[in-house]
């Protein structure tokens, strides 16, 4: 918010002014930056995780108190092996599956945060049906001696299309996903 006393000496405040006052921190800050990467890039970690069907890399990247939770179909683990065991469950139900992660939100608070990713998925059932969505990840974070970790992923389906999928993904050769 801009003080009465700016205002009468005709200048703006600084935008990391500005930033400060809505209790994020500038992008001057270079450990905010770090950050801000090191938890986009868990982000997409676990995006590749998923898609390459590396379960125990999906559970490393969380705390060992952390949570995944879709509450459209009721789903909740809560643990490094609940949530293991409940990606490869979930993930044994597709014949294909594809995900992509949208950059969203970070706010940064110390050694957590707090944010939100955009996610596109599509993919056909083993039993033939098909789901297309777009939804989003509502994240917490914690900073951790292994770097930063989810602590939390709520997903919210903003958009289905359950209409079957034209396409097929073809089999890779030698067994790759």
């Given at each position: 918010m801009t003080s009465p006393d700016t205002i009468r000496r005709g200048r703006s405040e600084?935008?990391?002014?500005?930033?400060?006052?809505?209790?994020?921190?500038?992008?001057?800050d270079l450990q905010a930056i770090a950050d801000r990467v090191e938890i986009e890039a868990l982000r997409g970690e676990f995006t590749d995780a998923v898609m390459m069907g590396?379960?125990?890399?999906?559970?490393?990247?969380?705390?060992?108190?952390?949570a995944v939770r879709i509450p459209d179909i009721n789903a909740e683990a809560v643990s490094r092996e609940e949530i293991r065991a409940?990606?490869?469950?979930?993930?044994g139900l597709w014949d294909?599956?594809?995900?992509?992660t949208h950059p969203g939100t970070i706010q940064l608070d110390g050694d957590t945060a707090s944010?939100?990713?955009?996610?596109?998925?599509?993919?056909?059932?083993?039993?033939?049906?098909?789901?297309?969505?777009?939804?989003?990840y509502h994240d917490r974070y914690q900073r951790t001696g292994d770097g930063w970790k989810f602590t939390?992923?709520?997903?919210?389906?903003?958009?289905?299309?359950?209409?079957?999928?034209?396409?097929?993904?073809?089999?890779?050769?030698?067994?790759?996903r």
């Open positions: 600084a935008p990391a002014d500005i930033a400060t006052q809505r209790g994020r921190k500038p992008m001057s590396d379960y125990d890399r999906v559970a490393s990247l969380f705390t060992q108190d952390g409940g990606i490869e469950r979930l993930q294909y599956f594809v995900q992509t944010g939100r990713a955009y996610i596109a998925e599509l993919g056909r059932f083993r039993d033939g049906r098909s789901e297309l969505n777009y939804a989003v939390e992923r709520v997903y919210e389906v903003r958009y289905l299309d359950t209409t079957p999928l034209a396409g097929s993904a073809p089999h890779a050769a030698g067994g790759a």
